[in-house]
């Protein structure tokens, strides 16, 4: 290598030294300068950890899968329907007209109303708004028959002029067409035309608890497919003020709003146990107590509208008081059963023979306790099939063959309004009896004032408030026949039967009250009451 070619070198790896020089020079200030700035302005949250998303695992329990699996047989119900309410009225978000306080006072107990109900949709009923205006609202359902078959709430179609459903995941409307109802049980069978259908499990409603986890589905304002949980608050609940005859209900505190209405009620393993259809609430809205009709029963009913298309259920003709008086069962000679009140006339139970003050302990050998063992009994029995009826009269028992009738044919005898009777003068001859009533003699003027056309009896005039003739529900106006079994013709009748009595012993009344009818007078019909004797029977 020749000098010149050293000198070369040596100034390339000079300059090269130089270059890595400045260049690390240069990287050392930047780093001390980011150093020196960050140290003059610390981080907001110096300790803190930044946050990081996990990778995808689906979290799934009872309730993620009962949503899964129901939510396809959910379907919305769109009404298109004409109010037939006055334009002077506030709307009305439930068909019974009632109307909530608005304030949650202690004065009522209970809540101010029991609501059925379905979402009010678009250009409903306002204040003012002439009445028969076209408006719209929304229900739910549950696809019960691969063949488009839906189980959903009598009040929400039975007023619908026009039916549409809406499946989950589509957005098309399909129109729906009403297959029959029940009104007893507020249920109803509608159908599409589409087949092919994912259908809901069927449950067991009889086998539910207090306690036990349920999920409801529906279209809460609209808003489809939404799922709330709760549990089974109570079973067979009766609703006051509620013609609930054959309306026992499951009570839940999932919630259930306007739109909710007939959609299923779940239990944890999926399986339909009931159709929501109503809700206690003083706002008109969600407050914890839901109703739900038994899946039991909702069966029993779909299966007869498929067949026949409509429900019908049998009947014997009787009637009897709502509760059981162990006083009145013990005078007519029994421990337990229904106390005879009303034979309807050629009814199934007068035709074999009932009479009334008769006591109904046993159908087919098995016992009846109260009202609704009958009804049942009676109600699931095929028309024209045969009941063997254990009955007490006088204290003797015996068996009757009953044939089971149409309950509608059967309640029709039963219908009847009397003329406007006007009210009764008073009469001097007025005795004060013990028990807390006053009584009077049946004139013959009286019987035709009142439309009275029995023999015998004395009319009540008065009762004193807390008496013992108040707490058996005795009446003014109700005329008494019998006391203790015994014939009353005259005040002195009741004096002297009261005489023997001490306290303790039991008391039956049997009177003749007038029903109201429209124009405020009705049919005279027989009502038994009876209590123990109090130590103070004054």
Known sequence: ??????????????????????????????????????????????????????????LENDFTRVAKALEPEVVNINIDYIPKTSSKAAPQRNPRGQQPNGDDDDQG?????????????????????????????????????????ILTNNHVVEKAT??????????TQYPATVV????????????????????????????????????????????????????????????????????????????????????????????????????????????????????????????EIIKAGHMTRGSIGI?????????????????????????????PAQKAGVKEQDILTSINGKPIYKGQDLIDMVADSSLGSTLKVGIIRDKKPMTLDIVVGDRNKVLAATDGEGPTPEEPEAEPSTSRLKFGMSVQPMTQGLRQTMGFKGTGGVLIQSVDPGSFADDINLAKGDV????????????????????????????????MRQAQGRNGGGEWTPVFAAGTVPANNQ
């Open 1 to 58: 290598m020749s000098f010149y070619d050293k000198m070369r070198r040596q100034k390339f790896l000079s300059f090269t030294v130089i270059l890595f020089t400045l260049s690390t020079a240069v990287v050392i200030g930047t780093l001390a300068q980011s150093s020196a700035n960050a140290q003059k302005g610390p981080t907001a949250a110096p300790d803190a950890t930044p946050l990081t998303i996990p990778n995808e695992t689906p």
């Open 109 to 149: 107990g209970l809540p101010d109303f029991f609501q059925r109900f379905f979402g009010q949709g678009g250009g409903g009923l306002q204040f003012g708004q002439p009445e028969d205006v076209p408006t719209s609202s929304l229900g739910s359902g549950v696809v019960v028959d691969r063949n488009g078959y």
């Open 162 to 171: 026009r039916i549409r459903v809406q499946f989950m995941n589509d957005t």
């Open 180 to 303: 029959g109802t029940d009104k007893e049980t507020d249920l109803a069978v509608i159908h599409v035309d589409r087949h092919g259908l994912a259908t809901a499990r069927i449950g067991n409603s009889d086998v539910l608890q207090p306690g036990d986890w349920v999920v409801a589905i529906g279209s809460p304002f609209g808003f489809r497919a939404t799922v709330t949980a709760g549990i089974v608050s109570a079973i067979s609940r009766d609703i006051p003020d509620e013609p609930s005859t054959f309306q026992h209900f499951i009570q839940t505190d999932a919630a259930i709003n306007p739109g909710n209405s007939g959609g299923p009620l779940a239990n944890i393993k999926g399986e339909v146990v009931g159709i929501n259809t109503m809700i206690a609430s003083r706002s008109g809205g969600y407050q914890g107590i839901g109703f739900a009709m038994p899946i039991n029963t909702a069966v029993k009913v779909y299966n």
């Open 319 to 347: 009637q009897f008081p709502q509760e059981v008086n162990p006083a009145l069962l013990k005078v007519y000679g029994a421990d337990h059963g229904i106390f005879v009140q009303e034979v309807v006339p050629d009814g």
């Open 480 to 511: 008494i026949v019998e006391l203790n079994r015994q014939k009353i013709n005259t005040p002195a009748d009741i004096q002297r039967i009261q005489a023997g009595l001490k306290p303790g012993d039991a008391v039956a009344f049997q009177v």
